[in-house]
């Protein structure tokens, strides 16, 4: 029963978090909000919403190890996983859009975010920078993104995931219900249902986290990145990761954090954040080399992940 729980709640985390994004996207563009706004906030990061239900339940029931497990393993699925498996399928290419800027910046959240772990808990003054971080880094992104939207086409409604010009107001309400209903739902699921597998199994929430419950939370981001190297759109697949890393390190752990203390434990600090930052640094070839991600390097990565899980389980 509890891996049917886990399958059901990743399910509903899955379709109810597309439908947030469906239904949150059409309605700001129907209130008048621009496209480039709604890309650069509602689509980059609603992929984060699992993540950051299952974090703020697991503080509730207790089980923080399976929040933070949950935000480093999936940033570092996120990058060896998410990138490698469509690597596989078909080489990504170098964009013209430049993703240097917001690279950089995903580097510097995960120092940042690693100098506090090192402080033993993330406590509601963490959260407080961790999100104020966030803050002046979407800014700096909208301002960047509208001086150079031409160059990258980001724009055109037609360009925003989810986006339905003829979409009725009757369906976005019903898209949006459905997503806010069943996102909830299947956090308590997943977190019931993955905090009775570690312990029937002797295996650490935490472990649970770093695996189970981040393979599950990055299928979102998995999807978006396979189909983006099918459509030869490799700048879409990068970005993608980027910001999805930056907001489950700030966003995520930021707002879990003013739910309840998040105590840090020692295998993160010896071992899980070191791999997450190696994993990070793997991109610079692709960002600042203007390197494909060939079929090679999807070998490569998918590889290294799977070695991180036999050493961790």
Not at 2 to 7: C, G, P, R, S
Not at 262 to 284: C, H, K, N, R, Y
Request: charged fraction near 10%.
């Amino acid at each position: 029963m509890d891996w049917l729980f886990v399958a059901l709640g990743l399910v509903l985390l899955l379709l109810a978090g597309d439908s947030l994004v469906k239904g949150a996207v059409n309605l700001a563009l129907r209130l008048g909000v621009p496209a480039l706004i709604v890309s650069l906030t509602i689509v980059a990061f609603g992929t984060s919403a699992p993540e950051l239900l299952i974090s703020v339940q697991a503080i509730l029931d207790g089980v923080p190890g399976i929040a933070l497990g949950n935000v480093v393993g999936s940033n570092t699925a996120n990058i060896l996983l998410v990138l490698g498996i469509p690597a596989l399928l078909a080489t990504m290419h170098t964009s013209e859009c430049d993703t240097r800027h917001s690279y950089l910046q995903m580097i510097a959240a995960s120092v940042l975010f690693i100098g506090l772990a090192f402080l033993g808990t993330f406590t509601w003054v963490s959260g407080l920078i961790l999100l104020a971080a966030l803050a002046a880094m979407l800014t700096h992104a909208f301002l960047s993104a509208r001086a150079h939207r031409n160059s990258c086409a980001q724009d055109d409604v037609e360009d925003v995931e989810g986006a339905d010009p003829d979409m009725p107001w009757k369906k976005i309400i019903l898209f949006l219900v459905l997503g806010l209903i069943g996102l909830p739902l299947g956090a308590n699921l997943l977190v019931d249902g993955a905090t009775s597998i570690a312990r029937t199994y002797g295996v650490s929430e935490t472990v649970i986290g770093l695996t189970l419950v981040a393979v599950g939370t990055s299928l979102p981001e998995l999807a978006t990145t396979v189909m983006a190297a099918l459509r030869r759109q490799a700048d879409v697949a990068l970005g993608n990761v980027i910001g999805s890393n930056m907001f489950n390190l700030l966003g995520i752990i930021g707002v879990a954090s003013l739910v309840g203390p998040l105590p840090v434990e020692q295998t993160f600090l010896d071992f899980d954040l070191w791999i997450m930052l190696g994993a990070s640094l793997l991109l610079i070839p692709f960002v600042f080399l203007r390197q494909d991600i060939s079929r090679l390097w999807g070998v490569l990565l998918t590889a290294l992940y799977l070695s991180y899980l036999f050493i961790i389980l």
